[in-house]
């Protein structure tokens, strides 16, 4: 049994930004792997993230962002519970990290239930066609599996809450937005998001 001492969980709390007792309790049950404690730890912020997602976001505030040279502007309205969050300063790192990111990969919707269904019907059958010709002789549920991998590429470059975040890309933005749910404790809702670019 490795020994878990104070400066191990101070340091991982820290790092991963979870309650001590939390990271005292992931370090004893992978009994001092740092990896799996943090994967432990990360687990059960997202478990607590799922558990938050109904409670009401009546308050939060809009970040804006404007990038050099001024000819891209973003504007994003981030809901929370409390007016406390609202002025935390991780929450107010998370709103500027999404500005960034999204001035960078500039996404065309929030999620992929705003993308219209037109739109989804003609990407997919485009891409049935292109797996046939690809995948020519291939059982039909394998051509159908290819097709969903495609398509998932489809709404990961339009949609923000399934793009790679551009300062960690092991992540995704939902993934992020639950990291900070359980590091903070309320939830959060990314509602909205607008980008000004000139001449565009």
């Not at 409670?55 to 505030?61: K, Y």
């Not at 002789?137 to 290819?146: C, L, R, S, T």
Request: charged share 35%; aromatic share 8%; glycine share 6%.
């Amino acid at each position: 049994m490795t020994n878990i001492d104070a400066k191990m969980v101070k340091k991982m709390r820290v790092e991963t930004g979870a309650p001590m007792m939390d990271c005292k309790r992931a370090l004893e049950e992978a009994d001092g792997d740092w990896d799996k404690a943090t994967d432990i730890l990360r687990k059960k912020g997202m478990q607590s993230a799922e558990k938050r997602s109904s409670r009401e976001t009546a308050e939060g505030r809009v970040f804006s962002y404007i990038h050099a040279g001024d000819k891209i502007g973003v504007l994003v309205e981030i809901d929370c519970e409390t007016d406390f969050v609202a002025r935390n300063d991780a929450f107010l790192q998370f709103g500027h990290d999404l500005c960034l990111h999204i001035a960078f990969t500039r996404p065309a919707h929030l999620s992929r239930e705003e993308v219209p269904a037109t739109e989804v019907e003609k990407e997919r059958s485009f891409l049935l066609e292109q797996v046939r010709e690809q995948m020519a002789g291939k059982p039909d549920e394998i051509q159908e599996k290819a097709v969903d991998g495609r398509m998932s590429q489809f709404f990961e470059a339009r949609c923000l809450l399934e793009q790679k975040f551009v300062k960690e890309n092991s992540k995704s933005i939902e993934d992020y937005r639950k990291q900070m749910v359980a590091k903070i404790g309320e939830n959060l809702v990314i509602a909205r998001f607008a980008v000004f670019a000139v001449g565009e």
